[in-house]
């Protein structure tokens, strides 16, 4: 499957794997609330010494201009939100704790919570690689909170990259 | 200000012209490519010029720069300074914004050349202002190692950058009022470090002073010290509004966040008219830098960019240009997601 954000083409991935939270059911019942990141994806290693990994991405269209974005705080914050939001919308729905939990993909019912590292993922089409380990290290500032509560820094990594980044490993197809 | 220079077959550098100068210059690329050699090729112009014909020197411009060269680059002789395997002399022309035109210095030597400059012109007018040059060592707790090496037992060792510096710091501090353009900038450097530096006559040394507290200099941070330095200079009134500033590795013993301070009042310092010229390997100085040029248009601030082979020079106002500084940073970061993403 593929997702379509943010000018960008997330996939392919298989349907097993991918859970499209923005576009979910689950979600859009309570979405008057709540902000959301794009999608979670399951990513198997290719060796059996290395987790299994739960990927939440946000995916934006562009760098805010200047003049025209929210200040960078309240940038890094919304992403914080939608990240964060998205991770726990998915483990509360994995643990039926909504009424539409069957839309879960299949590998998501069966995934191993105690061992699955979280990467939480923002990619931003077309911005600078110059730029991009001062966002990760702000995002990843935001997250700790994040990532402490959720099993410490071993078992969860922040990353933000850009369009060529993202498809270089895979997660996005070129136009 | 220096507005432009031209400098060919200098130690590893082939040929490398400037023509567009700016207030802030910046010097990357990585080690052995010259960047020092550089910094001190264009001090040690700049510092025969001012010396010429100052008070009753007698000192032909020649004479001066020759022993400059000496001192500073402190080789046998001064046709080691030639590019290796280069054809043709080393030269250097330099141009200065004079209070009409523009007057320029060119001289040239060749390999053969052991302590004297021959050829030489010069069409720059005599010079009030006093330029310096900051290495990344401090010398407030070696002042006086400096001054007996060089002065009395006329060694070589600490080279005349250190030399100058020591003797420019010898100026005692000013009566009255500093230069106005320079009081908020000394009050910015001052908040930095959260004092100022004093030299104590009766013990002969520099000492810290923080409020009423007096530190020795050898338990004051390395740091604290750098930035004292710059400090005492603007309050001596050994430099003025015209001054040139060398700094190599201004980076050194200070914080991140020191540094981002120090950059910003050297753009305040730049609007006064002083103008800089830094030699860097620091992450935090370009970014910066690169920043302060997008905060501060008025304040033209250049980058001067070698791999070892070819020099790149730009307007950090158009952009931050692909440099190796950045690159590693960018290759970490590649090897952070090659480790997280496989």
């Known amino acids: ?175 | 200000m220096i507005t432009s220079f031209c400098i060919k077959n200098f130690g590893p550098i082939d040929s490398l012209k400037c023509s567009n100068l700016g207030q802030i210059n910046l010097i990357i690329g990585g080690n052995g490519t010259g960047k020092t050699l550089l910094l001190k090729a264009l001090y040690s112009t700049l510092k025969s010029l001012e010396m010429y014909q100052r008070g009753n020197e007698p000192k032909s411009l020649a004479e001066l720069l020759s022993e400059k060269f000496y001192w500073t680059f402190q080789v046998g002789e001064i046709g080691e300074l030639v590019k290796k395997q280069a054809q043709s002399p080393l030269s250097l022309e330099l141009s200065l914004r004079g209070e009409s035109s523009e007057d320029t210095i060119q001289y040239h030597f060749g390999k053969n050349t052991s302590k004297t400059i021959q050829t030489i012109s010069s069409e720059v007018s005599p010079r009030s202002s006093n330029s310096i040059f900051i290495p990344p060592k401090e010398v407030l707790s070696i002042y006086h190692l400096i001054l007996e090496s060089r002065e009395r037992d006329r060694s070589f060792g600490f080279d005349d950058t250190y030399l100058d510096l020591v003797k420019a710091l010898q100026t005692p501090p000013s009566r009255g009022k500093n230069y106005a353009q320079f009081s908020s900038s000394r009050k910015h450097l001052s908040d930095i470090i959260g004092g100022r530096i004093i030299y104590d006559t009766q013990t002969k040394s520099w000492q810290f002073k923080q409020g009423h507290k007096k530190i020795a200099i050898g338990v004051t941070a390395e740091g604290v010290k750098k930035i004292s330095i710059l400090d005492t200079l603007l309050g001596n009134r050994y430099l003025d509004a015209n001054s040139v500033i060398f700094i190599d590795e201004p980076e050194s013993a200070l914080h991140p966040g020191a540094i981002s301070r120090l950059l910003e009042i050297m753009v305040m310092l730049s609007q006064a008219g002083l103008q800089f010229f830094l030699a860097s390997h620091s992450y935090f100085v370009i970014k910066k830098l690169s920043v302060l040029a997008q905060k501060t248009p008025g304040t033209t601030i250049m980058i001067l960019s070698t791999d070892g082979a070819a020099w790149e020079i730009s307007n950090l106002a158009d952009g931050l240009p692909e440099n190796s500084i950045i690159n590693e940073s960018i290759r970490i970061y590649e090897e952070k997601l090659n480790l997280v993403l496989g």
């Not at chain 1, 991935?13 to 990141?37: L, M």
């Not at chain 1, 939440?56 to 914050?77: D, H, L, M, W, Y």
């Not at chain 1, 919308?89 to 539409?100: E, G, M, N």
């Open chain 1, 1 to 175: 499957m593929y997702i379509n954000e943010s000018n960008m083409r997330f996939g392919p991935f298989p349907e097993s794997d991918c859970f499209p939270i923005e576009q979910s059911q689950t979600y859009q019942n309570i979405r008057q609330r709540v902000k959301i990141a794009e999608f979670a994806l399951i990513r198997y290693p290719k060796s059996n010494k290395n987790p299994v990994k739960l990927y939440i991405v946000e995916a934006k269209a562009s760098s805010p201009r200047p003049g025209t974005q929210p200040n960078f705080v309240n940038f890094i914050g919304e992403i914080q939100a939608k990240l964060t939001n998205a991770l726990e919308l998915t483990i509360a729905t994995c643990l039926k704790r909504h009424s539409t939990w069957e839309e879960l993909p299949k590998s998501f019912k069966t995934l191993d919570w105690q061992n699955v590292r979280f990467v939480l993922i923002l990619v931003i089409k077309g911005h600078d690689a110059a730029w991009l380990p001062d966002l990760q290290d702000a995002l990843n500032y935001a997250l700790q909170s994040a990532r402490q509560i959720w099993g410490g820094f071993a078992k969860s990594e922040v990353l933000v990259l850009n369009d060529q980044f993202a498809q270089k490993h895979g997660l996005i197809t070129p136009p």
